[in-house]
């Protein structure tokens, strides 16, 4: 496994594509596509990592063979400690080590490529202003953006008629955003309020022209292509629960 292909990213701007690329792999393996992550981790197997692609993939396999690997590998035995802990806390755990991966991913081309101090500064502030992946997945940065914009959201929605539950406020949020030659239903304090609010599935930061949907049951935000939910879906839904606890259910 070489965690990357044949693609070698030489300056800061393509190895910072390429971090985001593996990063939003392993936010998708961890979120959305978390059940079939989880049956993955077979504790049976041997042990096993999860690579992110910079194509936004993820992939669960046995480490690379060869002794040094072309790239850092990322923690290994992730599936040994499945069943051992409750699914939030493993998954937790292994969104740390995934997060230390990708800076390790990233400052071995920083290194390999020659960077130096001004680059290696630049870089990691490009990655430093992105949510880490233990973010996203734990909701510890959306919990602070939500707090900040739920005092405001609920005093311009007190007026509002018909809400029932949060999936159908925020549709009409976004058809607010959306239709900027109706009347003022939302303006640039709502862009304030929900500026910080960053998408469970991918970790990237809210957009006034992007339809985003909230979860009833974890009140995490999605954008509603992570989650392929189009706005006139989202009329017909009453109450909307993310793939994450959409699939949650019993575990042996």
């Known amino acids: ?108 081309f920083g290194a390999r490529f020659g960077f130096d101090k001004t680059d290696r500064k630049r870089l990691f502030t490009m990655i430093n202003d992105l949510p880490t992946i233990f973010e996203v997945v734990t909701g510890t940065t959306k919990k602070q953006a939500k707090e900040k914009s739920s005092v405001s959201n609920h005093s311009s ?21 959306l239709a900027k030659d109706e009347d003022d239903v939302v303006d640039e304090e709502d862009e304030e309020d929900h500026g910080e609010t960053l998408c469970g599935a991918c970790g990237e930061n809210y957009a006034a022209d992007e339809f985003w949907i909230c979860c009833d049951i974890c009140e995490k935000w999605f954008h509603g292509k992570c989650v392929k939910i189009t706005p006139a879906r989202a009329e017909h839904i009453k109450q909307y629960k993310c793939p994450s606890c959409s699939n949650k259910r019993a575990r042996p």
């Open 1 to 108: 496994m070489d965690g990357g292909g044949q693609y070698n990213p030489r300056t800061v701007e393509e190895v910072f594509r390429d971090f985001k690329g593996r990063r939003a792999g392993m936010i998708k393996a961890l979120t959305t596509d978390v059940e079939e992550f989880y049956q993955q981790c077979d504790p049976e197997k041997e042990n096993l990592c999860l690579y992110g692609f910079p194509n936004e993939q993820w992939e669960v396999n046995l480490p690379a063979e060869e002794v040094p690997p072309e790239l850092p590998e990322p923690a290994l035995g992730i599936n040994f400690a499945r069943d051992g802990m409750q699914e939030k806390d493993w998954l937790s755990l292994v969104a740390v080590h995934s997060d230390a991966w990708l800076l390790a991913v990233a400052f071995y």
């Open 157 to 177: 929605n007190k007026s509002k008629s018909g809400s029932k539950g949060r999936g159908s406020e925020l549709v009409k949020f976004a058809k607010g955003m």
